[in-house]
């Protein structure tokens, strides 16, 4: 007897165990399911279950608008071989569903972040001529959803794209660049939906926004219509910037290094004409480091089929530098064929060539050997000169006498007879010819 009523005992504390148990059990299910209630009681307020949001608002009837403004946080980066920019900006979108408003007593919004934002419709804007865009997703998705009681509804997302700028070089590196990111739906055609500026010209802002090379003149916005042969017309938004580029930074890279091998071309002009190695040395120094800028100027541009206006810079001041070169070439040959004339005429004459540079300094090779003249003739010839002249020495004569001017032609003659005058003529006129080309290049590209 007494075993029976143990084992009954026993069954009894058992099944008060089992019911503890499972009452626990019961309310900690109840607990972990306390945040399914409120996502159930927030698609329930919203009637997110009721309605098809594959449809537009209003579907079959008038065009939705939606009001659209811009906040741009940043202009990454702006590439001229690439010919795009990519910018970080926030996109809010302004709607009304009225398949979501919700009785509210305080007459208060609601926010989500972008788990609900999937269930329900929203406008398809896409960036015209993107060629990457994402949407910043650290430590979550940066998106917002913001309901009011009437079905008004605010969108926010934040976004990175990089869009195509078709630039124009032909002024770089004193030009100023027009870009603009385009906004449009890409199902809707202007009978479905209405994209306008929600705030008009103030629907554009802009946080401090300094960029290393250019220079922001100005942000608008502004709205037009794309034609599609094949779907028709749709509402389109632009984010218009104009950029001037910097200049001080290609002075200080390119225009000024390039002026400086120009003036330095020019110091052969100064070196003696027989000074071979030291002439031809610094024009080939400065040919080449001419060859170094220009290369260095067309590696970091795009592959364009016109003439920018850097290049006419770069390859006028080149000009100028071959041709300080091939100045020194006409020199060098002028003076070798001026001397070989007077060697002739010495060797003719009869000239011992250490007397002939002793009696005048006219000619210095004192390598060739020529036969002793006669004393008789030193009374009657003299030196050739420098000008190669044979006309007699005639005394001055008191009084005013008539001379015949030159022709062109017996000026080059004169010029080509006289090599060393051409060294003098290139030190003028080298740097007067460079400082009028900077003066037209500045006055028309600045």
């Known amino acids: 007897m007494h075993c029976v009523i143990s084992l009954l005992l026993c069954f009894c504390l058992h099944d008060c165990v089992m019911t503890t148990?499972?009452?626990s059990c019961v309310a900690l299910y109840s607990r972990k399911d306390s945040t399914k209630s409120l996502l159930i009681k927030t698609e329930?307020?919203?009637?997110?279950?009721?309605?098809?949001?594959?449809?537009?608002?209003?579907?079959?009837?008038?065009?939705?608008?939606?009001?659209?403004?811009?906040?741009?946080?940043?202009?990454?980066?702006?590439?001229?071989?690439?010919?795009?920019?990519?910018?970080?900006?926030?996109?809010?979108?302004?709607?009304?569903?009225?398949?979501?408003?919700?009785?509210?007593?305080?007459?208060?919004?609601?926010?989500?972040?972008?788990?609900?934002?999937?269930?329900i419709w929203k406008p398809?804007?896409?960036?015209?001529?993107?060629?990457?865009?994402?949407?910043?997703?650290?430590?979550?998705?940066?998106?917002?959803?913001?309901?009011?009681?009437d079905g008004n509804i605010l969108y926010s997302v934040r976004i990175t794209v990089t869009s195509l700028c078709s630039m124009d070089f032909s002024r770089f590196p004193l030009d100023t660049q027009?870009?603009?990111?385009?906004?449009?739906?890409?199902?809707?055609?202007?009978?479905?939906?209405?994209?306008?500026w929600k705030n008009g010209d103030d629907s554009l802002r802009t946080d401090e926004i300094a960029l290393s090379q250019f220079f922001i003149e100005e942000f608008h916005p502004s709205h037009g219509l794309a034609l599609y042969s094949s779907t028709g017309w749709y509402n389109r938004l632009y984010i218009n910037f104009i950029l001037r580029r910097h200049i001080f930074f290609f002075m200080l890279q390119t225009y000024f290094p390039t002026m400086l091998m120009v003036v330095?071309?020019?110091?052969?002009?100064?070196?003696?004409?027989?000074?071979?190695?030291?002439?031809?040395?610094?024009?080939?120094?400065t040919v080449l480091t001419m060859s170094t800028i220009i290369t260095g100027v067309s590696a970091s541009m795009p592959q364009v089929s016109y003439v920018k206006a850097v290049d006419i810079y770069l390859w006028t001041s080149f000009l100028f530098v071959f041709l300080s070169v091939i100045e020194?070439?006409?020199?060098?040959?002028?003076?070798?064929?001026?001397?070989?004339?007077?060697?002739?005429?010495?060797?003719?004459?009869?000239?011992?060539?250490?007397?002939?540079?002793?009696?005048?300094?006219?000619?210095?090779?004192?390598?060739?050997?020529?036969?002793?003249?006669?004393?008789?003739?030193?009374?009657?010839?003299?030196?050739?000169?420098?000008?190669?002249?044979t006309t007699p020495y005639l005394p001055p004569v008191l009084g005013t006498r008539l001379r015949r001017r030159r022709?062109?032609?017996?000026?080059?003659?004169?010029?080509?007879?006289?090599?060393?005058?051409?060294?003098?003529?290139?030190?003028?006129f080298f740097p007067l010819a460079y400082f009028l080309f900077n003066i037209i290049y500045w006055s028309i590209y600045s």
Not at 77 to 101: C, G, P, Q
């Open 21 to 23: 148990v499972i009452s």
């Open 44 to 119: 329930q307020l919203l009637r997110i279950e009721d309605h098809d949001f594959a449809m537009r608002p209003g579907f079959g009837g008038s065009a939705i608008p939606v009001g659209i403004d811009v906040q741009v946080e940043s202009i990454d980066s702006i590439s001229e071989v690439n010919m795009d920019f990519t910018m970080t900006l926030y996109l809010r979108h302004y709607w009304k569903d009225e398949r979501l408003a919700f009785p509210s007593s305080n007459n208060l919004s609601r926010t989500f972040d972008g788990r609900l934002i999937k269930k």
């Open 124 to 149: 398809d804007v896409f960036f015209v001529h993107s060629k990457r865009s994402f949407i910043h997703d650290t430590t979550m998705e940066n998106i917002m959803l913001r309901v009011y009681p």
């Open 178 to 196: 027009n870009c603009s990111l385009e906004l449009e739906s890409y199902a809707y055609a202007e009978n479905d939906l209405m994209l306008y």
């Open 264 to 285: 330095l071309s020019w110091v052969s002009f100064w070196i003696d004409r027989r000074a071979v190695p030291a002439r031809v040395s610094l024009g080939i120094t």
């Open 328 to 389: 020194y070439a006409a020199v060098n040959y002028f003076t070798t064929k001026e001397e070989m004339k007077k060697l002739k005429q010495l060797k003719l004459s009869g000239y011992d060539a250490s007397q002939a540079m002793a009696f005048d300094g006219c000619f210095h090779d004192q390598d060739i050997e020529l036969s002793a003249f006669p004393l008789s003739d030193l009374n009657t010839d003299t030196c050739i000169s420098s000008q190669n002249s």
């Open 407 to 428: 022709s062109v032609r017996q000026s080059v003659n004169h010029i080509m007879s006289n090599s060393y005058k051409i060294d003098s003529y290139s030190r003028i």
